[in-house]
Nanobody, 115 residues
């Protein structure tokens, strides 16, 4: 069973920062595009950022310039650095591994930004 383990969520105030981490098994991580999704109450899950080895990361327009996704291939870990957080960033954030079209998910971590 593929296991993605997330950490780093929490409660912050507007303008503050958080860093999310997601670790995966080596065989999954090294062959997958890694991404972060989020789902706010009453809304659909949306792609926040994704990164594939050897390619430039991609971001949702709503987070461009504020969030940075990166992957550490030596640690089989993907990060999401979130700066200048806004209340509308409040959601459950999910780590995702896209292994040749097969999607695997972490358990989700709550991020709450208070105004």
């Amino acid at each position: 069973q593929v296991q993605l383990v997330e950490s780093g969520g929490g409660l912050v105030q507007t303008g503050e920062s958080l860093r999310l981490s997601c670790s995966a098994s080596r065989i999954i991580f090294s062959n997958s595009a890694m991404g972060w999704y989020r789902q706010a109450p009453g809304k659909q899950r949306e792609l926040v950022a994704s990164v594939t080895s050897g390619r430039s990361p991609s971001y949702a327009d709503s987070v461009k310039g504020r969030f940075t996704i990166s992957r550490d291939n030596a640690k089989n870990t993907v990060y999401l650095q979130m700066n200048s957080l806004k209340p509308e960033d409040t959601a459950v954030y999910y780590c995702n591994a896209n292994l040749r079209g097969s999607y695997f998910w972490g358990q989700g971590t709550q991020v709450t930004v208070s105004s």
